[in-house]
């Protein structure tokens, strides 16, 4: 419950300018089916960082998002509350100490039978998430929209960073694991892809940026249950300049949600997070669209699943 996740989440502006008749923060925890958490860590990327400041960017770009979605109507009707930014600023240098708060955070929410949204931050974060939610369901599998495939067994010396954060999803929790806007590889992630067929599926960017013909493909590779993992550097950099990593040849909007739409009707998706957000100082459409995208995927959940 609240009280007890104060202690290691601080408050924070609210997503959205939405307007709400709620006595209390609990109050609003308790009515809100929606809870978004902030994780403002960077502590591995490998080339531009900054995307701790990612959770404050998309929260301050949302209040700007028209509350009425033409396509989905009044998503805020299904209660969103955020929680706050996690506090890690005495562990900050040790990724693996970040990723069992983020757990230990993510599965009080999940408890407590909430949809959580996760703003990061880095992709290492999507480790804690996924596991706080594959302790609730043992069959989950997880679909990553990205540049890259994040399979490397360690980089920079350690395992818990944002280029081996699948691996540790297919090696250490047990998830199978659906790529797609791919277009970034290293001859090892592509010797444990082969490997590991039945643990992961990739979609190439090359191969889908013009067509649909993947999706049922894509969609039969993922179990009922599906987490959603979604590093900004998969879109293209003529939409998404503000990542770390910006790689041209990536993922348009209405590519990218024609798929996601269909992912919601046909799956149970239980979660979500929106990762490696590098605000560019002047430049706020990366922030908009990232909140954007939150709010999209939130109408998605809302209308298409029976909570």
Known sequence: MLPKLRKSVLASRQFGAFSYDFKSELDAYKKSKVIIFGVPYDGTVSYQSGAKKGPNAILDASVNIEPYDDELGNIYDIGIF??????????????KKVVEEIFNCSKEVINDDKFLVTLGGEHSISQGVIKAYKSKYKKLSVLQLDA????????????????SVMRRVVEDIGCRVTSFGIRVTSQEELEFITKNKKSVSVFYARNIYNNELWHDEALKTLDDNV?????????????????????????????????????YEEKNVVGFDIVELKPNIGNEAPNFLAANLAYKNIGFYKKYSHY
């Open 148 to 163: 890259h495939l994040d399979l490397l067994n360690e980089f920079g010396g350690s395992k818990s960073n944002h280029a």
């Open 227 to 263: 987490y959603i993992t979604l590093d900004v550097d998969g879109f293209d950099i003529s939409i998404m300049p503000a990542t770390g990593t910006p790689v041209p040849g990536g993922m348009g909007w209405y590519q990218t949600i024609d798929f996601l739409r269909k992912v």
């Open 82 to 95: 955020t929680l706050g930014n996690l506090n890690i600023e005495e562990f900050y240098t040790n990724g």
